[in-house]
């Protein structure tokens, strides 16, 4: 079997910030007609779907991937939409999630091209963000946690597809000696 990464933030944690941030969004919403909250998948899943349930107002949501890491550890520098979103967000309150900021690339990118499309307001809302990001041309305003620069996985985030079912957030120092995830480490 392969061991799970022991844990940097636990359930717990995970579960008492994101109420914060959701009664935060909830507070600075209220009154606004609706909240078109953004997803990038995959990464987002699990945190998105526990944010959006803490936030008291009426939200609806859609989904967004873009290519960042593939199967390597760092940013590739080519970044590009994979799946777009299937709503108009015009004039819409949208909140963009995303999972995990490093160099804030993928945020930059996906960023400029939200705010073409004329939303009402538009933010940023990252469980985590890394020390190296460069500067970011939209400021992230509800951040869970800032962390060091690990690699982290689990709560939605994947190394090679796996882990994203880990109920905590976990550390590898370093994802390239992990091994490889061949059928017989797997089923061992
Ligand atoms: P950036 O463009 O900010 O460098 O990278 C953002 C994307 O890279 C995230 O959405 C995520 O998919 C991936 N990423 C960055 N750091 C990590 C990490 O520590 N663990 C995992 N699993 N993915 C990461």
């Known amino acids: 079997m392969i061991d799970n990464p022991p844990p940097l933030i636990s359930q717990q944690e995970l579960r008492d910030r994101v109420r914060e941030l959701g009664e935060e969004i909830t507070k600075d919403y209220q009154g606004k007609d609706t909240l078109r909250v953004i997803g990038a998948l995959k990464g987002c899943f699990v945190f998105m779907a526990d944010l959006i349930r803490e936030i008291k107002i009426p939200v609806r949501v859609d989904f967004m991937e873009v290519s960042s890491y593939g199967n390597q550890a760092q940013t590739s520098g080519n970044v590009k939409i994979i799946k777009d979103l299937t709503h108009d967000i015009a004039g819409e309150h949208v909140l963009f999630t995303e999972d995990i ?84 480490a797997r089923f061992s």
Do not use: H, W
């Open 101 to 184: 900021v490093d160099t804030g690339l993928t945020l930059n990118f996906v960023m400029e091209i939200l705010s073409q499309r004329n939303p009402a307001s538009l933010e940023i809302c990252a469980l985590l963000t890394k020390p190296r990001k460069m500067a970011l041309r939209f400021p992230v305003k509800y951040r869970g946690f800032e962390i060091e620069d690990y690699f982290v996985v689990g709560y939605g985030l994947d190394y090679k597809g796996y882990y994203r079912n880990l109920p905590y957030i976990g550390k590898i120092s370093s994802p390239e000696q992990l091994p490889l995830f061949d059928e017989k």
